[in-house]
């Protein structure tokens, strides 16, 4: 568990990190800066071929001269940022990168190893928050993944139809009007919504998203009924306490329509609906 721990806050490593730590001064965090841009010069003229002093060919001899007079500053430039006395460099190009490459890896070491473990302590328990909430959510996106909401494409059918509603349709979309629902019925006894499946299906859960602007609690008591041919009805959910939301779930049942109605005498009318 403490490997674990530290693998993942990397207190120990920061705090060695910084008992080691030899800070550059400004004279060599100015060297160290050139000799990064010496050094990035050359890998660039490499890449591109492309001399540039005034007279010089453009071929591959000239550019490996170009390169290696970079590569041989950005070497002595980063002897000064690390400390270090004058020395020959190799003469073969792949030597003097290698060696140049290496000087500016001791050069961010010294100077960035702390801020590059604080980077590491934050990807990696941000990764590990993320996992865990993953897991945590697994089981449930399954689940909706196995049985995919069937009420977008359904038609529905409400009891009556307020003015400026339809009595019927596909979908939630409001009318165009600010009020965020999809069917408003008049005030009767037990208005109800229904959505035909068009076939006999095994269902599980409804949920039901109320009216959030006002007037919630018009739609209770609620009942969610099951028919498998839109005369006999089975009762499968109940709800008498207010709500936005509500998921409900029962034991698999079958069913073409699917009826959600209010017991008493009010006007319903719900946001959405989702049947699986």
């Known amino acids: 568990m403490r490997k674990i721990v530290e693998w993942l806050w990397r207190a120990a490593a920061i705090r060695q990190a910084r008992e080691d730590a030899r800070p550059l001064d400004a004279i060599q965090r100015a060297s160290a800066g050139r000799a990064r841009t010496f050094a990035a010069l050359a890998e660039r003229h490499l890449a591109e071929q492309e001399p540039w002093t005034h007279d010089a060919d453009d071929t591959p001899e000239a550019a490996v001269q170009v390169a290696s007079a970079l590569y041989r500053d950005a070497a002595a430039e980063a002897r000064v940022a690390l400390g270090e006395p004058p020395s020959m460099e190799p003469a073969e190009l ?43 959510m697994t089981p449930k996106l399954a689940w909706y993944a196995v049985h995919p909401d069937l009420a977008p494409d359904a038609q529905w059918t409400s009891s009556s139809a307020a003015v400026g509603y339809q009595s019927s349709g596909r979908g939630f979309a409001p009318p165009d009007f600010k009020i965020p629902v999809f069917f408003h019925t008049m005030v009767e006894d037990s208005p109800f919504v229904s959505f035909d499946l068009a076939r006999i299906v095994d ?64 006007q319903l009318h719900l946001e959405s609906v989702a049947i699986r």
């Open 203 to 266: 269902v599980r859960a409804v949920t039901v998203v109320n009216r959030g602007d006002c007037c919630d609690e018009r739609a209770l008591p609620m009942v969610i009924e099951v028919s498998e041919d839109n005369a006999s009805w089975r009762q499968v959910a109940q709800r008498t306490e207010s709500f936005r939301r509500w998921e409900a779930r029962f034991a698999r049942t079958t069913a073409r329509w699917v009826r959600l109605r209010s017991t008493r005498r009010t």
């Open 94 to 136: 792949d030597a003097l990168r290698s060696s140049v490459r290496s000087k500016l890896e001791e050069i961010a070491r010294r100077s960035g190893d702390v801020e590059a473990l604080l980077a590491q302590r934050f990807v990696r328990t941000g990764g590990a928050l993320a996992l865990l909430v993953l897991l945590a």
